[in-house]
């Protein structure tokens, strides 16, 4: 069955780094666009990156541009989030999903329970 | 950016009856309209997608319908692991979500 399984969170000061990791199973990765999401507490979902499934491309939402990267390792099955000059605003908690298809573009049919991020000095 | 917004907030509702939730785009979005269920502390579910498509395993009680900017999510029968937060989603352009709406138990 396909498992999506996030790490990585924690409690971080502002205008530091952290990166997190999503671990895949149960399908072929490396066929699959891949994306993360975030849900602050008490709050929606925000659509925050996307990776097509052989990594030759990705896109941001604008609230993270220029300080997130979102990036995989087909060899590993493992999809990451490198993000850097965090604010308290990225409080939340971080999912990544399966697009339903390679290239994005559609919707999101798997989801890992999340990893929290708290940006707090 | 296409803007969803989701009516009621809130959905209070009595096991076995009926549900039915909203969801507008401020554009058109054709089918590309997804909608989830999420339980404290889990993950999404994917349960509709091609705004009527019934997602794998998801029970026939689950319907969704609308095209363009207006869609609705019927529960037909409200059973008690139905209790949780519905998304609709859009896929047409980026990926916007709804901001929710509980359905809560009267």
């Known amino acids: 069955q396909v498992q999506l399984v996030e790490s990585g969170g924690g409690v971080v000061q502002p205008g530091r780094s952290l990166r997190l990791s999503c671990a895949a199973s149960?399908?072929?990765?490396?066929?699959?666009?891949m994306h993360w999401v975030r849900q602050a507490p008490g709050k929606g979902l925000e659509w925050v990156a996307i990776?097509?499934?052989?990594?030759?491309?990705?896109y941001y939402a604008d609230s993270v541009k220029g300080r997130f990267t979102i990036s995989r390792d087909n060899s590993k099955n493992t999809l990451y989030l490198q993000m850097n000059s965090l604010r308290d605003e990225d409080t939340a908690v971080y999912h990544c999903?399966?697009?339903?298809?390679?290239?994005?573009?559609?919707?999101?049919?798997?989801w890992g329970q999340g990893t929290l991020v708290t940006v707090s000095s | 950016e296409i803007v969803m917004t989701q009516s009621p907030a809130t959905l209070s509702v009595s096991p076995g009856e009926r549900a039915t939730l909203s969801c507008r785009a401020s554009?058109?979005?054709?089918?590309?309209l997804a909608w989830y269920q999420q339980k404290p502390g889990q993950a999404p579910r994917l349960l509709i997608y091609?705004?009527?498509t019934r997602a794998t395993g998801i029970p026939a009680r689950f319907s969704g319908s609308g095209s363009g900017t207006e869609f609705t999510l019927t529960i037909s029968s409200l059973q008690s692991e139905d209790f949780a937060v519905y998304y609709c989603?859009?896929?047409?352009?980026?990926?916007?979500f709804g901001q929710g709406t509980k359905v809560e138990i009267k």
């Open positions: 554009q058109s979005v054709s089918s590309d």
């Open positions: 149960g399908f072929t990765f490396s066929n699959y666009g």
């Open positions: 999903a399966r697009d339903e298809g390679a290239v994005g573009g559609t919707f999101f049919d798997y």
């Open positions: 990776i097509w499934f052989d990594g030759s491309n990705k």
């Open positions: 091609g705004a009527s």
């Open positions: 989603q859009q896929y047409n352009g980026w990926w916007t």
